[in-house]
């Protein structure tokens, strides 16, 4: 406990922008992330930088992809790929509901 709370007296909390999932959340429900943050800090908790960033490898993917989302927009850049070779090649007709033609709404 520090001697002094400097972080208190001015009100902010430095530590939180660390754990940016375990912040106060609106209406008190836990942020998306929460989860994944939790299990890579309480795999990391106690092992040191070195050994964390070797035995805790998953844990920290799984938390990043949760936050950017990186291999799920990878995954949609394929499928919208593959969508639109099929379209060329005459395979596949969208829907007219995903072309912008909708009948007119009474």
């Known amino acids: 406990?520090?001697?002094?709370?400097?972080?208190?007296?001015?009100?902010?909390d430095v530590d939180?922008?660390?754990?940016r999932?375990?912040?106060?959340?609106p209406h008190g429900q836990a942020g998306v992330c929460?989860?994944?943050?939790?299990?890579?800090?309480?795999?990391g908790h106690g092992l040191g930088q070195t050994r964390a960033r070797r035995e805790c490898q998953l844990e920290y993917e799984d938390f990043m992809e949760c936050?950017?989302?990186?291999k799920l927009t990878q995954?949609?850049?394929?499928?919208?790929?593959q969508r639109d070779r099929m379209i060329k090649q005459g395979k596949y007709t969208p829907p007219d509901y995903h072309m912008?033609?909708?009948?007119?709404?009474p």
């Open 21 to 25: 999932q375990s912040m106060p959340q």
């Open 100 to 105: 912008g033609k909708e009948e007119p709404r």
């Open 34 to 43: 929460h989860a994944f943050e939790r299990e890579w800090v309480e795999c």
């Open 75 to 81: 995954r949609l850049r394929i499928i919208l790929e």
């Open 16 to 19: 939180s922008w660390l754990l």
């Open 1 to 12: 406990m520090p001697f002094w709370g400097l972080q208190k007296q001015l009100g902010i």
């Open 67 to 70: 936050m950017k989302r990186t």
